[in-house]
């Protein structure tokens, strides 16, 4: 007997099967399937997919504005980066656990099964980022796959942030973040990168780097991380955020960067509904750029690529609401993956590229697999990207755990 039966599911190859579950993982696929189970789901052809991957998300700065209310109106009408500094100041575990909760609820509500949160490290805050993600992670771990990303926001360039990330690491913060693109000097951003490879060497964990998220092609810190990866042998285990400056880079250099990048086996995370937004340029001048990086030239040259949410409603982003789905489409159109049934290649950026990133095990839609699935109430792929419909189910470790259904009516004679 399986404990789930899902009858008439839609793959992304069209075929129509029967996905059996059992005990947390998929047991049979087949186009009919007879057996037993103690709940049965009928899909109605409906797509099923394997359940999102979120990659990156800055978790502890999310609804920053209910904490910035709470502030004299003098701090509230500051410019968003100076009030930032006055709302972390006012984190607390208690309030990221708080504000971080309901992301989980959005993450699960859309068909999310693992997620990677970052939590910032500084003066300013302290370690409290890290206590309230550590929480959730423990709070949603029976579900989900949850990294947590100690990550310097502000630069290392003080001991007082250095010894705060040892510190985030010791509490058990899975990744180390850095963010060398934002110190001032050369010099300045190579002590950072490898700051933040010593701890990764020291405590055994993979590294995430925010690198050149901004317009100027002067900006070169995603190379100093690709070469540092290769030097220490740290193939597979690095990711790098954004990386805008890439595509203003000549020709030549881009394509030495992007070798080097393949060699070194380092992800790119494009989150590029963020750049459209947050990335740093010259706003005087026209015409503007989308300071997306060189998406599909990575994808060519066979550098794995993913997308994650990044922000929900911070100094950086204003919006967000934590759906792949939704990202996925801006990932469509900034990428230009339109024609030609292009806009299937969106897909692998939210699920098995960021799988085998966090490290994901027996990740897919296949016998032996965990079942982590969603069902979008749409036939096909195109359609969720065009239509941004609901996911009318989501299933997390073989148990249904979410279900929507809109409703709408039009009284037209």
Request: hydrophobic residues 40%.
């Amino acid at each position: 007997m399986f404990d789930l039966l899902l009858k008439q599911a839609k793959l992304m190859n069209g075929r129509i099967v029967d996905i059996g579950i059992q005990d947390g993982k998929i047991t049979a696929v087949s186009p009919s399937i007879d057996g037993e189970a103690k709940e049965i789901l009928f899909i109605g052809k409906k797509l099923t997919l394997p359940a999102f991957v979120n990659g990156q998300l800055h978790a502890c700065k999310s609804y920053w504005r209910r904490l910035l209310t709470t502030l004299p109106e003098e701090v509230q009408a500051l410019p968003r980066f100076e009030a930032a500094s006055h709302v972390k100041e006012r984190y607390t575990a208690e309030n990221v656990f708080e504000r971080v909760d309901e992301v989980m609820q959005l993450a699960i509500q859309n068909g999310t099964c693992a997620i990677r949160l970052f939590g910032d490290v500084d003066e300013a805050s302290g370690v409290s980022a890290i206590e309230g993600l550590l929480k959730i992670k423990e709070k949603y771990s029976p579900w989900m796959t949850v990294q947590v990303v100690a990550f310097p926001q502000d630069g290392v360039l003080n001991q007082a942030t250095q010894s705060l990330m040892t510190n985030a690491l010791e509490m058990g913060a899975d990744v180390v973040g850095g963010i060398p693109w934002i110190e001032p000097t050369v010099e300045a951003q190579k002590a950072h990168t490898q700051m933040c490879f010593d701890l990764a060497q020291r405590f055994d964990r993979d590294l995430h780097f925010v690198c050149d998220d901004v317009a100027d092609p002067q900006s070169r810190t995603l190379e100093m991380v690709a070469q540092l990866t290769v030097k220490t042998n740290w193939h597979n285990r690095v990711s790098a955020t954004q990386c805008a400056a890439l595509s203003f880079y000549d020709d030549t250099y881009a394509k030495k960067v992007i070798e080097l990048l393949l060699d070194a086996g380092i992800t790119i995370f494009s989150n590029s509904h963020v750049n459209l937004i947050a990335t740093d340029f010259d706003e005087s001048t026209h015409p503007w750029p989308r300071s997306v990086t060189r998406i599909r030239q990575l994808l060519a040259s066979g550098v794995p690529v993913a997308s994650g949410q990044d922000d929900i409603d911070n100094w950086f982003y204003p919006f967000g609401r934590n759906d792949m789905v939704e990202v996925a489409q801006f990932m469509a159109h900034n990428g230009r993956f339109a024609w030609h049934n292009e806009v299937d290649d969106v897909l692998p950026i939210i699920t098995t590229t960021p799988a085998k990133t966090l490290g994901l095990s027996n990740y897919g839609l296949e016998i032996g697999c965990e079942a982590n699935l969603v069902i979008i109430d749409t036939p096909d792929w195109h359609s969720a990207i065009q239509f941004q419909p609901d996911k009318q189910f989501v299933i997390l470790k073989g148990q249904l755990v979410a279900e929507s259904k809109r409703e709408q009516t039009i009284y037209l004679k």
